[in-house]
C-alpha cells in the first residue's frame, strides 16, 4: 500500500482556501498512485485558530467533508480528511453517534474509495498548554480501526503521541499501521520526533506522524512529516516547507517482525 502523507500550509481561519488547497493536493498525489492519503489535523481551519472554531464547524455528514468523500470516489483513494473541527449537536441530528449532544470535537474521518466514511475518530487528549482546546472541545471516546488494501489501520491526533496506552488498545485490536495528523509547533520538535518512533518501536507498528505547515501570529508548526516503520526505521521525513512524504506499508512485514522479535507476547 502506498501512503501518501500530506505536509499542507495551513492558513489561520482561512477555511476556504486551506480546502481548495487540500483538495488540490490530494488529486496531485493521487495522481502520482497514492493508495491512502493523510492529511494534517484541522487543516481547513488551523488548530491556533481558535477563535474560528465554531465558523468551522460541521457535523461528518456536512457539506465541507463531503467534498473529500467526493475527491476519494473520484480519485478511487482511501482519504483521511485530517481533522476537522466537528458540531457533535449536528452529527446528532444527522443521526451519528456521537459521545456527546452538544459542544465540539476534534476529528479525524477516514472515506474509502468508493467515498464511504469508514471511520470516525475523535481525539482522546486535549491540548491545555498555551491552548484553548480543552475550553472549547469535548473528548472522544472511541478507538475504530478499519482494514485498508490489507493493513490494519488506526488513528490517533497529535497529543495523544504522549499517552502510550492508547496505541497499546489499537494494537491489541490487531492494528498495524497508526496515522497521527498533527499541528504540532516549534519548539518541541524533538518531543515530535522522539515520541512517533518510540510508538512505533514498541508497538512493532508502522506510525505515520502528518504534521502541518504555516504560521500563526507567534505559533508555527514544526512539519516534520514521517513514516516509521515497525522496528522504528524512518522510512520517509520532511522539512518544515509544504510537501508530500510518501512510503510503502506492507503488512507482512509487521508480521515477520512481531514474530522474530516477539515482545508485544512477552507483555505482563
Not at 467526493?70 to 446528532?92: F, P
Not at 510537501?243 to 505482563?268: G, K, Q
Amino acid at each position: 500500500m502506498k501512503l501518501a502523507c500530506v505536509q499542507l500550509d495551513v492558513e489561520g481561519g482561512a477555511i476556504s482556501a486551506n480546502v481548495d488547497r487540500a483538495l488540490d493536493r490530494i488529486r496531485e498525489v493521487s495522481a502520482a498512485g497514492a493508495d491512502l492519503v493523510v492529511l494534517p489535523e484541522l487543516f481547513d481551519v488551523g488548530y491556533f485558530a481558535f477563535d474560528a472554531y465554531e465558523r468551522a464547524a460541521e457535523s461528518v455528514r456536512g457539506e465541507r467533508l463531503a467534498r473529500f468523500a467526493d475527491v476519494a470516489a473520484a480519485e478511487s483513494i482511501v482519504l483521511l480528511a485530517g481533522t476537522v473541527v466537528e458540531d457533535l449537536g449536528a452529527s446528532a441530528a444527522d443521526g451519528v453517534d456521537v459521545p456527546a449532544t452538544e459542544g465540539l470535537a476534534n476529528t479525524a474521518v477516514l472515506f474509502d474509495a468508493t467515498g464511504e466514511r469508514r471511520l470516525v475518530y475523535r481525539k482522546h487528549h486535549l491540548f491545555g498548554y498555551g491552548s484553548e482546546e480543552t475550553e472549547r472541545m469535548v473528548p472522544g471516546d472511541r478507538m475504530p480501526v478499519v482494514e485498508v488494501a490489507g493493513v490494519r489501520v488506526g488513528v490517533t491526533t497529535c497529543y495523544d503521541l504522549r499517552f502510550p496506552t492508547l496505541y497499546r488498545e489499537l494494537v491489541d485490536d490487531g492494528v498495524e499501521c497508526v496515522l497521527v495528523p498533527s499541528a504540532w509547533p516549534y519548539p518541541r520538535v524533538e518531543h515530535w520526533r522522539t515520541l512517533g518512533r518510540a510508538r512505533a518501536i514498541e508497538n512493532l507498528a508502522y506510525v505515520a506522524t502528518v504534521n502541518g505547515s504555516g504560521q500563526f501570529g507567534d505559533d508555527a508548526l514544526c512539519g516534520r512529516t514521517s513514516v516509521y516503520d515497525p522496528w522504528g526505521t524512518t522510512l520517509a521525513s520532511a522539512g518544515d516547507e509544504p510537501t508530500t512524504v510518501t512510503a510503502e506499508i506492507d503488512p507482512d512485514r509487521v508480521s515477520e517482525i512481531r514474530t522474530e522479535f516477539p515482545a508485544l507476547h512477552d507483555r505482563r
